[in-house]
């Protein structure tokens, strides 16, 4: 069935007022009275709905739905800018994977250099492909997107976590393989954690030891090497497996 | 250091041959006398080897070198004939990911209908694909390609594998979360295993059945819902995470 996210909070009647969801819902899938829907409104619950007047886009709350398919801890993957379209890939295959937010920040060895006006045009387009992602994989929440300008004020956001993890090329070559299943076993539910990816070229040995400075883990995820926007895939799923297949 | 595949066995001294790997290497890195590579030939092992003349694409070998960046089972992915270039993805990023194998056959559900012709075509793109990543990951092995034309031949060669995957959107969605877990914690070094995903449209009840018939188990992903090209990374990367960072 169709999910849509929508704003605000539940009430038993409800009118949509998002001219993309009622162009997807009215003009493309041409919903009629009695249609149902699934609806995700702020609170990160679906709901049952169905339309009770489509020309005015009113919809009645028919139940709750016992489905939450976040992942039982909230994972935030922050990648130092990549080339290309790769964050727009990330945008998309993480939000299917259950990241809770994209984060992206001007590493020293990222090539690409973007301005102010750059990133808020990329920052809509990625939030437009993490909310496709999440009403096509079902998500209860969309991912949120941040694009920052300074690495300083990456920085200062850093001390929120309960864990933080630097995806370490070297650390996968030196056959490093313990640390992230170890602290992976020891997660609680609701742990926020952070893991920090560098850009094509890695991550800088100064950037290492501020990151490290902040309670960063170095961790290496196997012995191949990955593409920058390969390996936070992995980690996603190695998160999934772990705490939702082996629970 | 910049890694090539070589056919053949290894001899003390090796003559380039392959025009591609010599336009690589003489024309793009310029590699000239004293220079060291490392070559794979046909027995997986990584050897260092130096440029003795640049002009004859002449290498010495050095030594053999101890990495095997190999998943400890060998793991054959089979699609069923997704849309656009989802198999050139899948390519690109199951050899990252440690995939020993791509197949793909005609499945019930898939919408595109490739001829002998398309899929030979197809065939040799994806093998220049899995050849760069395979480099470029530092693998030991060049997955191998196979599109089979006919539904009946994929299904002869069910037989070869130990244990064979079939990945259930549905199973994912009713929480089948065990299976995987359990038969990941089971295998055993060297054993040859297959998962099938279908095209975006799904597996359908009778392919269910025929795999099941031959020993395939529903397994699930995870609660959320991922596209055809995205579930085969979730289940390489737990591959890895359990057999290689839980070990």
């Given at each position: 069935m169709q999910q849509y996210f929508v704003a605000g909070q539940a009430q038993d009647v409800v009118i949509i007022t998002d001219k993309d969801t009622i162009k997807?819902?009215?003009?493309?899938?041409?919903?009629?009275?009695?249609d149902e829907v699934?609806?995700?409104?702020?609170?990160?619950v679906?709901?049952?709905?169905?339309?009770?007047?489509?020309?005015?886009?009113?919809?009645?709350?028919?139940?709750?739905l016992d489905s939450n398919v976040e992942l039982p801890i909230e994972v935030t993957i922050a990648?130092?800018?990549p080339k290309g379209d790769k964050l727009e890939f990330l945008a998309q295959k993480g939000t299917e994977l259950g990241m809770a937010k994209l984060w992206a920040f001007p590493a020293d060895w990222s090539v690409v250099k973007w301005d102010g006006k750059k990133l808020a045009k990329k920052a809509d387009k990625l939030a437009k492909i993490t909310l496709g992602a999440a009403?096509?994989?079902k998500r209860n929440v969309i991912p949120e997107v941040t694009l920052f300008e300074k690495k300083a004020a990456f920085l200062e956001e850093l001390e929120q976590f309960d864990r933080i993890f630097i995806a370490y090329e070297e650390s996968g070559k030196e056959g490093e393989t313990a640390i992230l299943a170890?602290?992976?076993?020891?997660m609680k539910a609701g742990e926020k954690i952070l893991f920090?990816?560098?850009p094509e070229g890695g991550i800088s040995p100064e950037e290492i030891e501020t990151f490290e400075s902040k309670g960063g883990l170095k961790i290496g995820l196997g012995?191949?090497?990955?593409?920058?926007?390969?390996?936070?895939?992995?980690?996603?799923a190695s998160i999934s497996y772990a705490l939702e297949l082996m629970k």
């Open positions: 997807h819902m009215f003009n493309v899938m041409r919903l009629t009275e009695n699934v609806l995700v409104f702020d609170d990160h679906k709901r049952l709905a169905k339309v009770i007047d489509s020309a005015e886009h009113r919809f009645e709350i028919i139940e709750e990648a130092g800018f009403k096509q994989s170890r602290e992976l076993s020891q920090i990816f560098g012995p191949r090497i990955m593409r920058a926007e390969t390996a936070p895939l992995y980690a996603l």
